[in-house]
């Protein structure tokens, strides 16, 4: 392993390490304006969502890790202190990575960019109408984290409006995953889209308690045949196999390879099945 104390190493090899092992990472494409109305556009991928009510946004546009001076929308929400974030998705990253160059300020990044801009309702800055999801911020409170370059500024936000284009909405009222095509920030150049195979899912135990790995025989949790994920889905079943369910299970095996056929079982979602097989 290679172990760095963040006070041995520069600012820069820190950054890479962080943005290298911290993703894929959100991207706040923020719409903001200063005390004279000119407008700024940029993103910012120290960002996340951190509460549903009151429903808060957290992003922070750092210090210039070369020349240590603030962003431009740090400057804004200090003078101005509303926000709009905009989702950014596969069909407007090469757009939206254009707004992050070191315009002059009062550049209004709309125009650079050629997106278009869309009067919000309750704040002054503009929506972004190519974003299928613009969300309507009062900034409620601003960190400043440090002084040198690379430090960050932490603006939070309350969410005072959100705007969703309905094209993105299924059957069941949720913003569709397999639709809204999102993009994140990975390291250096790289971004991660959440697009087709990228996607799967995974049932959290909200209102169930799993019998845990720490439940299943030896020759189970120590196997070699098995990794990690695997275990975590035998481990996430609420019950252990009746004996009734091992008997069928094993005899529904004939001669096929017990291990070969459970990590079948798993992949489809028979995990109750699955582990009553190698009990």
Not at 86 to 106: C, D, I, R, W
Not at 109 to 116: C, R, V, Y
Not at 208 to 236: C, Q
Not at 253 to 272: C, N, R
Request: proline share 5%; net charge negative; with cysteine.
């Amino acid at each position: 392993m290679l172990s760095i104390l963040p006070s041995e190493v520069s600012v820069q090899q820190i950054h890479q390490y962080l943005l290298g092992s911290v993703g894929p990472r959100p991207i706040c494409f923020a719409s903001t304006i200063d005390k004279d109305g000119n407008r700024n556009l940029a993103p910012f991928s120290f960002f996340n969502v951190f509460s549903a009510n009151p429903p808060i946004a957290v992003f922070s546009p750092a210090r210039s890790g070369r020349t240590g001076t603030n962003k431009h929308t740090y400057e804004n929400v200090k003078e101005v202190p509303e926000v709009v974030i905009n989702v950014v998705t596969y069909e407007m990253v090469h757009q939206m990575s254009l707004a992050s160059s070191p315009f002059e300020k009062g550049v209004d990044e709309f125009l650079k960019t050629g997106f278009t801009p869309l009067a919000s309702d309750l704040v002054k800055p503009a929506r972004v109408m190519e974003s299928p999801v613009q969300m309507e911020c009062i900034v409620k409170q601003v960190m400043e984290l440090g002084e040198g370059g690379g430090a960050g500024n932490l603006i939070i936000c309350e969410v005072v409006k959100m705007h969703i284009n309905e094209a993105f909405i299924n059957e069941n009222g949720a913003i569709d995953q397999q639709k809204i095509d999102l993009v994140a920030r990975m390291g250096g150049n790289w971004y991660c889209r959440a697009h087709g195979d990228a996607l799967f899912e995974v049932a959290k135990p909200l209102t169930t308690i799993g019998i845990g790995v720490d439940a299943l025989p030896a020759h189970i949790r120590l196997s070699e045949h098995l990794n990690g994920n695997e275990l975590g889905m035998l481990g996430n079943l609420e019950h252990l196999p009746t004996e009734a369910e091992q008997a069928e299970a094993k005899q529904a095996l004939g001669g096929a390879d017990a291990y070969h056929t459970a990590k079948e079982l798993l992949k489809i979602g028979q995990s109750a099945r699955a582990l009553a097989l190698l009990w």
